[in-house]
């Protein structure tokens, strides 16, 4: 798969970019709701999400040991839940309010090791210094999510077939 941070760098010219921070979960408790509502839609969907969930527990899953969370509850975790990603980002432009944002100038890397990668310089805090970029238009960053009203517009939303 190829990545143009060019391209990229053209599009962080809109008003509003979503980094989904601390992103909302999917869980089982949520997808057995989906499986019996009378949607066809969330049925569906329920069929698909055995693949994803596999992918975030073979993903996310890393061999080891953190200090606050062991393994086996850690492989737990992981194989009962899935990331919003994407649906948050939609859910952003249907219901910016369940998100807070930040402004600032988001440019991509062309050049060097650190090609694709996405910089955010916002001005505003005390540290920032004066660069290339400052002057350059702004756009508005999620830095927050109410990540329980996330899921629950979600599968509200999922549960009805209009």
Wanted: one cysteine or more.
């Amino acid at each position: 798969m190829y990545h143009n941070p060019i391209s990229l760098g053209a599009l962080t010219h809109i008003h509003t970019l979503t980094h989904t921070p601390s992103p909302p979960v999917v869980a089982d408790a949520d997808r057995e709701k989906l499986e019996q509502c009378d949607s066809k839609y969330a049925r569906y969907l329920c069929k698909l999400m055995g693949v994803y969930f596999d992918y975030h527990r073979d993903g996310y899953f890393i061999k080891g040991s953190y200090t606050l969370v062991s393994s086996k509850e850690r492989q737990n975790w992981f194989c009962q839940r899935a990331y919003l990603h994407d649906p948050t980002t939609v859910i952003a432009a249907v219901n910016p309010s369940l998100l807070t944002y930040t402004e600032g100038v988001v440019r991509v890397q062309t050049v060097g090791i650190t090609k694709g990668l996405t910089v955010f310089d916002n001005t505003k805090k005390r540290y920032g210094e004066i660069t290339a970029w400052s002057g350059m238009p702004t756009v508005k960053v999620a830095v927050t999510v109410d990540a329980p009203a996330v899921v629950e517009l979600i599968v509200q939303r999922l549960m009805t077939d209009d």
